[in-house]
């Protein structure tokens, strides 16, 4: 029987393929591996993660909280809330603002920087306990280009759905490498400085369009967001749900967080004594990580050093080599035999290994 070859345009319209349709990562907000949901405050020292892939910077301290929680709009099980800890006025080089850093890999087919640029569509729900004109932009890596956006939030404390298409950029430098090849974010609060016109695109960095309403410039404001979607062509299609072990995933290649929390006495690694104060553990990463991780220990006291007949008192931990695909941890202590073997468990219930590889 003679065999009929199919054409690519007889298996799916662009409308109904899916694949990496979403180029953003977590867009649902349903992975948060560092805080399992607890508040985080956003500082000028380091951007926090309340959610995986979801960054918050801001150019003061203490002027919001941010979290993962279960409220959310039909079809979605948790968002990213923002609450504002103060009536803040922002100054001339003053931001506040969500964002996630998107992959050059996963945009290189975006062609941006060239002729052939696409237009790319951007959705989202949104709540906030303000109204008005809000706004955020998308940029490139080197922040030298970018398009501020602006929608209407126009009910107080209820879901409103939003989509905002642009036209890609013909200029510009945009990596396609495992650096940043899209920058997105979502303006809370941005001084005149790193403000823009809404709707075109800047050969400078901007967080928001001029005028957008500032969330940290009422004491307990809120803003919620979810259901975040990044995705090629002029019109928005529906959210692109992907199992949560496939989501999770594709989070461990930005961050890994190696917990036996709730598991006291579990083993994190085999390894053995290289001497009678040290141990020697090769973690392995479940995913290759974007490149290599920093490393983030809870205190060498939440740890224990195990053999058949004794246990050893962990003292501290250090990184003895590390790329992206495991890290060679060495671990303090006393009293053991030199070239024994050690499992490394958890002593508190409360452990960490903590590998961080964000853009």
Do not use: H
């Not at 867009?27 to 949901?37: E, F, H, S, T």
């Not at 290189?108 to 959705?123: K, N, Q, R």
């Not at 967080?257 to 290289?274: E, P």
């Amino acid at each position: 029987m003679a065999l009929t070859q199919v054409q690519p345009a007889m298996l799916a319209s662009d409308s109904q393929y899916t694949g990496f349709k979403n180029r953003l990562i977590n867009g649902g907000c349903v992975i948060d591996q560092r805080n399992a949901g607890a508040s985080v405050s956003p500082n000028t020292s380091v951007d926090v993660f309340p959610c995986d892939r979801f960054a918050v910077q801001a150019s003061q301290n203490s002027k919001c909280t941010a979290q993962q929680v279960t409220t959310a709009p039909t079809g979605f099980k948790n968002s990213l809330k923002i609450t504002s800890s103060s009536a803040y006025s922002v100054g001339v080089n003053d931001y506040f603002d969500i964002y996630q850093k998107i992959e050059g890999y996963n945009v290189a087919d975006m062609a941006f920087g060239t002729a052939s640029a696409v237009t790319f569509t951007l959705s989202f729900w949104v709540q906030s306990s303000l109204t008005g004109t809000f706004g955020g932009s998308v940029y490139n890596n080197a922040f030298n280009r970018s398009y501020p956006f602006s929608y209407a939030i126009s009910s107080a404390n209820t879901w409103e759905y939003k989509t905002v298409t642009i036209a890609g950029d013909q200029s510009g430098t945009w990596t396609t490498d495992n650096t940043c090849g899209l920058g997105v974010g979502f303006g809370l609060g941005v001084g005149t400085n790193y403000s823009g016109t809404a709707g075109a695109w800047t050969g400078s960095g901007k967080f928001a369009p001029t005028g957008a309403t500032s969330v940290v410039g009422t004491n307990g404001a809120t803003f919620y967001i979810t259901g975040v979607q990044l995705e090629k062509g002029s019109t928005a299609t529906s959210f692109d749900y992907r199992p949560y072990g496939t989501e999770l995933v594709l989070c461990q290649r930005y961050c890994w967080n190696y917990t036996q929390s709730g598991y006291q006495f579990n083993s994190y690694a085999c390894g053995f004594a290289l001497s009678a104060s040290q141990g020697a553990f090769n973690i392995q990463f479940p995913v290759q990580m974007r490149a290599a991780p920093s490393a983030t220990y809870t205190s060498g006291s939440n740890f224990l050093m195990q053999n058949a007949s004794s246990n050893y008192t962990v003292t501290s931990l250090t990184t003895a080599y590390i790329s992206n695909q495991s890290s060679y941890l060495k671990v303090n202590s006393s009293g053991m035999t030199a070239n024994a073997g050690v499992i490394l468990i958890d002593q508190t219930n409360a452990s960490s290994l903590l590998y961080s590889a964000e853009l």
